[in-house]
């Protein structure tokens, strides 16, 4: 098998307009259409740049501080993290989603590798970050 790209991804939500809400409303992505088929979609939002196969105690450090998951917490299934255009709209996304109601796993912090995230978790499972990786835009970590 030659894989060339990753074709598609898409959140499996019990409840699609609470995703509507965040990925439309919120996070400001072009989903098109509504009814009883494919809910929300795009073919116009840029591609991955990175996949990997992210171990539950180690999403558990990232998000908690600890490699233990919280019982009290839904286990995600899947991360995603959507690039904006430098470090401070990172934190000025989290500020926004806060304002909106969104309880963030964590404030926008900076990696020891240079990339800035702040990341919530989705009532179907999904930890969602904003991201702004300097090597995703050719440069290099402060």
């Known amino acids: 098998m030659n894989v ?3 074709t598609s991804l898409a959140v499996v939500a ?3 307009p609470q995703s509507r809400k965040l990925f439309m409303d919120n996070l400001g992505l072009r989903l098109e259409g509504e009814g009883d088929g ?3 979609s795009s073919g116009s939002i840029g591609g991955s740049k990175h996949f990997g196969v ?4 180690q999403a558990a450090e990232a ?19 959507f690039e904006v255009e430098d470090a401070d709209a990172v934190a000025a996304a989290g500020d926004g989603l806060q304002r909106a109601g969104y309880e963030l ?5 900076t990696e020891p590798w240079g990339q800035t995230v702040t990341r919530l978790l989705t009532d179907d499972g999904l930890i969602v970050g904003i991201s702004y990786a ?4 050719n440069e290099e970590p402060a």
């Open 4 to 6: 060339l790209f990753i």
């Open 14 to 16: 019990a409840e699609p």
């Open 38 to 40: 494919y809910y929300y």
């Open 54 to 57: 992210w171990p539950l105690s």
């Open 63 to 81: 998000c908690f501080g600890t490699p233990d998951w919280p019982a009290d917490r839904i286990v995600p299934q899947a991360s995603i993290e």
């Open 105 to 109: 796993l964590h404030t926008a912090r």
């Open 134 to 137: 300097p090597s995703f835009h």
